[in-house]
């Protein structure tokens, strides 16, 4: 399978060229309108510092249904203490740099790198991105 490079026309090829592990094209930039059609497509951008964007595409893709969850005990006891307030967008900032320093402080690589918070940042902005947070004595955890 070809690997498709991106110009700066907002459009992806077809999904069902994606390599067998995802891979369907590099280039192109993190734009909203990018973003918004690339997510629209099942697709989505995963790379490092100092490599090109990659979007990826995997077949099949992994699906949560809220009606198959199962909660195990000790998460129904920690429930139940109150422990934790679950609040929504009020600290997307916070959320996405905590999530990209707890693999920098583990000295691994990160796909949430500078350019890509700026990205969902700006998408949070827009009204496209949300963060849902926990809080326990007023400190997100």
């Known amino acids: 399978m070809t690997i498709f490079l991106l ?3 907002i459009a992806f090829p077809p999904q ?3 390599e067998k ?6 280039g192109g930039d993190l734009s909203e309108k990018r973003l918004l059609l690339a997510y629209q497509m099942g697709i989505f951008p995963w790379y490092s510092a ?3 964007i ?3 595409t995997p077949d099949p893709r992994f699906v949560l249904y809220p009606s198959d969850l199962r909660i195990s ?11 934790f307030t679950i609040k929504i967008d009020t600290a997307f900032d916070q959320v996405i740099n ?24 700006h998408l949070h902005d827009a009204g496209f991105a949300h963060s849902f947070e926990a ?7």
Request: proline share 2%; hydrophobic share 45%.
């Open 21 to 26: 592990e995802g891979l369907l094209a590099i």
């Open 73 to 83: 005990r000790s998460l129904k006891k920690i429930i139940k203490k109150k422990t």
């Open 50 to 52: 100092d490599e090109p």
């Open 16 to 18: 069902h060229l994606a």
């Open 135 to 141: 809080w326990t004595a007023n400190e997100l955890v």
């Open 98 to 121: 905590a999530c990209a320093d707890i693999r920098t402080q583990r000295r691994e690589e990160t796909w949430i790198v500078n350019d890509m918070i700026a990205a969902y940042c």
């Open 54 to 56: 990659m979007w990826w």
């Open 7 to 9: 110009s700066d026309k």
